[in-house]
């Protein structure tokens, strides 16, 4: 199952029968894209229920960082299930969980003692997060970034500012939530040091000046790399600053690396890439290769609540964490080390696009990590959304599945296994669409 195969129209019959049962009764909030009917998978390749095969560059939303079903993370997932599938962390000890803890606490970015809590999404870590920052600092405000996604729960949801959908109806989200626009080099169209600098002084000179107390704000909470915006790459001089802006003013600076953590941008951590030092991170996705798991890693001594100040029944579910030790000792084992070899080769091939496909406006990212961003031309970097949806269609229709990301980008995050031979297969399909929407 190393390459795509499609046998019938898409979708088959027995897609169609699903697809037709499931509008019926699930919740028509979800965005599914494709008419895929999953049935199964292995490595970088998902089969659907009528026996055609997709290259996967989705890893189901980044979280099969191992790939689908990895033999060992199975073996793992089903000796654990055996042995104990639940027993609760939030009352009970069980010796998996202070491994993982253990592992975590060795591999977050900065050094330096670490304590870690345990949920079951990325929301929930993101939650524990801010939940933690006002209780370490005694501070109640939080700065997030246009373009972010943080997750869907009230708190988190406050922080995304993503697409305004995700909050239309919801009514009033969490108050003293203050939003300052991210550092993004291809849309500023300044260099980079200067978009930097730009989006820095908006916090200092807008908000700390006109709005937002400094000495009230207990996080500035940043993707790293943003994710749900289009897979942005800020200059390096927006992290290090904003270290040097909660430094100056007693805030905390948490990494939601969520979707960039867990060796996908080729080392553990996007913070890495940066030489930044967060003291809370969000970490989730690829952290379990499927298995629903979270871990919000702060510095031990913020890190300083009562029993009963924060827990979660299923939180550090036994059988997750087996997959998640599984799924580390895979990444460690040489996973980190292909994502950074295969990034690497997709951007030596992606890097001459903007320049040969009046489409393409920008490649951007980091490791299996990449974004590119679709415009109507070149000159204008007008965002073209419809033909980023063409683009995908026409290559789900090859075989390649792809989530977009933002408004305009496709956003290419598949398993940390891929080969090179998925890699090219994905970039030659990539290529013939962008061929067919240049000549339309
Ligand atoms: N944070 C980031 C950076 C994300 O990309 C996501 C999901 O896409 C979340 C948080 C929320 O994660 P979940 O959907 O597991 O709640």
């Given at each position: ?20 049962r ?29 026996g ?11 979280v099969?960082a191992t ?8 073996d ?6 055996a042995r ?12 998996e ?25 990325g ?18 405000k939080?700065?997030?970034f246009?373009?972010?996604?943080h ?8 922080l ?5 959908i ?28 200067e ?5 820095l ?33 800020p200059?390096?001089e ?25 060796g996908r ?5 996007a ?8 003291d809370?991170?969000t ?22 609540w ?5 827990a979660?029944?299923?939180g ?13 000792a ?27 496909y009046?489409h ?15 415009v ?10 419809e ?13 390649l599945?792809?989530?977009g990301a933002?408004?305009?980008s ?8 891929i080969t ?7 970039a ?11 000549r339309?």
């Amino acid at each position: 199952m190393e390459l795509p195969r499609i046998i019938t129209e898409l979708p088959g019959p027995r897609a169609r029968a699903v697809i037709e049962r499931d509008s019926q009764v699930v919740s028509p909030s979800y965005t599914r894209r494709y008419p895929l009917v999953a049935r199964k998978g292995q490595g970088a390749i998902i089969e659907d229920v009528d026996g055609n095969r997709f290259l996967d560059f989705t890893a189901g939303i980044a979280v099969v960082a191992t790939g689908h079903c990895h033999p060992r993370v199975v073996d793992a997932i089903q000796r654990q299930a055996a042995r104990l599938i639940h027993m609760s962390g939030t009352d009970f000890y069980y010796e998996e969980m202070a491994d993982l803890a253990e592992k975590l606490a060795a591999i977050a970015p900065g050094g330096g003692a670490r304590r870690v809590y345990f949920g079951n999404s990325g929301t929930e870590a993101v939650e524990a997060a801010m939940k933690l920052a006002r209780h370490a600092t005694g501070r109640e405000k939080f700065i997030a970034f246009y373009g972010a996604f943080h997750g869907r729960t009230m708190g988190s949801l406050s922080l995304t500012a993503s697409r305004q959908i995700q909050k239309k109806g919801f009514g009033t989200l969490l108050g003293g939530v203050y939003h300052a626009p991210f550092a993004n080099p291809y849309r500023s169209g300044k260099a980079p040091a200067e978009c930097a600098a730009e989006a820095l002084n908006y916090i200092e000179d807008t908000l700390f000046r006109m709005v937002l107390p400094p000495h009230e704000v207990a996080a500035i909470v940043v993707e790293p790399i943003q994710g749900e915006s289009g897979y942005v790459v800020p200059p390096p001089e927006f992290l290090s600053g904003l270290r040097e802006i909660v430094d100056r003013n007693g805030i905390l600076l948490i990494a939601d690396e969520v979707q960039s953590g867990m060796g996908r941008t080729g080392r553990w951590w996007a913070c890495e890439h940066f030489d930044l030092a967060p003291d809370i991170i969000t970490v989730a996705k690829g952290i379990s290769s499927g298995m629903p798991l979270s871990a919000t890693i702060a510095r031990a001594e913020i890190m300083q609540w009562a029993p009963g100040a924060h827990a979660s029944t299923f939180g550090g579910n036994p059988v997750s964490i087996a997959a998640a030790l599984e799924t580390i000792a895979l990444l460690e084992g040489g996973m980190i080390a292909n994502a950074a070899r295969m990034g690497r080769h997709l951007m030596d091939r992606f890097r001459s696009w903007p320049e040969r496909y009046p489409h393409v406006g920008d490649v951007r990212g980091i490791g299996l990590m990449i974004g590119i961003e679709i415009v109507k031309d070149q000159k204008s970097r007008e965002r073209a959304p419809e033909l980023r949806e063409q683009i995908g269609d026409l290559a789900f229709e090859r075989g390649l599945v792809l989530l977009g990301a933002g408004p305009n980008s496709l956003r290419l995050s598949p398993p940390l296994c891929i080969t090179e031979e998925q890699a090219d297969f994905a970039a030659d399909t990539l290529e013939e669409c962008l061929r067919i929407t240049s000549r339309t």
